[in-house]
């Protein structure tokens, strides 16, 4: 039973399209996470929910929308897609530690999407 | 701006002991030091965290300086399986203080 789920796992689209990914965490975590994993393989935090609260929103285009229906859902919502949204999208949970403090995260496995 | 910094890659041999140090020089108080193993295809793995000194599990040890300006995870004892990339991660999101900075990973290669 996946704890972190994703879909789709793969995505292909073409420049200019709207795509949503889905994620879905059945660990009862209060705290998601959207991440960006470029061909270098770097790991960027795009946001976080806590309990539906966005508590990290980086700097990144406003063409990206998470939404967060409720505590077990993390949704990302992307707009006019360009061919540098080409990445990998990793979903993650973790638990609210003690005093909010970071606690371990649990991802998903990642959705490529590809953009041409 | 907050930065970690660690190796970029790094070889060994099975049964050694590895050891990886990230630099984070600009660490707030209230940062935690996070590390994660990330297999290709699939997503990063929680090794182990800590705050300062010492912390040991049952895969790894992660030794912390008083200045916490660095961490450095020690993989006892490595095999095959353990070739992967590792991050560290310096952040929290705890109050006002809420940040996220991973390193570029340190890709290890473990050697028959």
């Known amino acids: 039973d996946t704890a972190v789920s994703q879909t789709p796992k793969y995505l292909v689209t073409q420049m200019g399209n709207d795509k949503s990914i889905k994620c879905e965490q059945n660990l009862g975590h209060d705290t998601m996470y959207w991440y960006k994993q470029d061909s270098k393989k770097f790991l960027k935090i795009m946001f976080s929910?806590?309990?539906?609260?966005?508590?990290i929103n980086e700097t990144v285009p406003n063409r990206f929308s998470p939404k967060s229906p409720d505590k077990a859902h993390l949704n990302l919502h992307i707009n006019s897609l360009e061919l540098g949204d080409s990445a990998v999208y990793f979903c993650a949970s973790s638990p609210l530690a003690r005093d909010r403090v970071l606690s371990e995260a649990f991802f998903g496995q990642g959705t490529r999407l590809t953009v041409v | 701006l907050a930065k970690t910094t660690q190796p970029i890659s790094m070889d060994s041999y099975e049964g050694q002991e590895v050891n990886i140090t990230c630099s984070h020089n600009n660490i707030a108080t209230n940062d935690y030091i996070t590390w994660y193993q990330q297999f290709p295809s699939q997503g990063p793995r929680f090794i182990i965290q800590g705050y300062k000194t010492k912390v040991t599990n049952e895969v790894a040890s992660l030794f912390i300086p008083a200045d916490r300006k660095s961490s450095t995870l020690s993989l006892p004892r490595v095999s095959l399986s353990d070739t992967a990339v590792y991050y560290c991660l310096v952040g929290d999101i705890g109050g006002n203080n809420r940040k996220l900075i991973w390193g570029l990973g340190t890709s290890l290669a473990v050697n028959p």
């Open positions: 929910y806590n309990n539906k609260e966005l508590i």
